[in-house]
């Protein structure tokens, strides 16, 4: 009962930070196995044991390697282990129990997490496929007319102040998608410069060619590469056509989107 509340405790912090996580459980042991029914373990998206176990050795160490396959995957599955090593059918595990172990997976995946650098117009619109889509979403701003519910209805984080300075604060991982858009362009590369080196999955900055090449050669007077500087999408969006800011939001959010399935897109950062 203590190691059941355990394991809950700390799945609802992996779920409150926003990490992909699974459990392991045991639903159906028959013979000699390490444990029986309902033991369960927690492991993270890298195999790591967070929290309980289903008796140690190869056994658990096999599911480790299943339960991150299956977060890879995005899937939930039930596994059948047969203990006994001298047998020839199934998935054997080369232990002298001799008993069979049946263990469900579930897969928790962490929430995709859109961060916008600048509450404009073209912001607004695209918070809202955001949301059509699922998207955790953060907006940061210095200013704080634009940081309304009324222009943001359906974002859950909105930031105000000095915006390099927040998104500092921010968590950052390769579930985050990156949309730098400020005001008047003004803190655009030093948005960039904080988060250029971090894993986020996707960065895009809204930008003409001349603008990307100033800020560009900016960042790499001070120390950057070109290859940490190629990563970024900008131009932004696909090319879809159009000018005005609903068009220009279905364009980054089609780019994301593409990034996210890893598929190949007619991406304006191409032409630059």
Not at 145 to 150: A, D, F, M, P
Not at 166 to 187: E, M, P, Q, R, S
């Amino acid at each position: 009962m203590i190691e059941d509340r355990k394991i809950l405790v700390r799945l609802n912090k992996c779920i409150e930070k926003n990490r992909s996580v699974a459990t392991v459980t045991v639903v159906k042991a028959e013979g000699s196995t390490p444990r029986g029914v309902g033991s369960t373990m927690l492991v993270d998206e890298e195999g790591n044991l967070i929290e309980g176990t289903i008796g140690g050795g190869i056994l658990e160490e096999k599911a480790k390697r299943d339960a991150v396959d299956c977060i890879r995957h995005k899937k939930s599955t039930l596994i059948d282990y047969d203990l006994d090593r001298s047998s020839r059918n199934g998935n054997v595990l080369p232990m002298i129990c001799g008993g069979k172990v049946s263990l469900f997976i579930k897969v928790y995946i962490s929430q995709e997490e859109l961060i916008v650098a600048g509450a404009g117009h073209i912001a607004e619109k695209l918070c809202k496929i955001a949301h059509i889509l699922g998207y955790s979403i953060t907006v940061l701003d210095s200013r704080k007319e634009r940081l309304t519910k009324e222009l943001f209805p359906n974002v859950g984080n909105l930031i105000h102040g000095d915006i390099v300075d927040n998104i500092n604060n921010l968590d950052i991982n390769k579930n985050t998608y990156i949309v730098i858009a400020t005001h008047g362009h003004k803190f655009d590369q030093d948005v960039l410069e904080a988060v250029v080196r971090s894993n986020a999955k996707y960065i895009g900055m809204i930008g003409s060619l001349n603008k990307i090449k100033t800020c560009f050669n900016n960042l790499m007077e001070k120390g950057f590469t070109e290859e940490e500087l190629s990563k970024v999408y900008t131009p932004i969006g696909l090319d879809l056509g159009g000018e005005s800011p609903e068009e220009i939001a279905l364009a980054i959010m089609a780019e994301i989107q593409a990034v996210k399935y890893g598929k190949d897109a007619p991406y304006l950062y191409k032409s630059r």
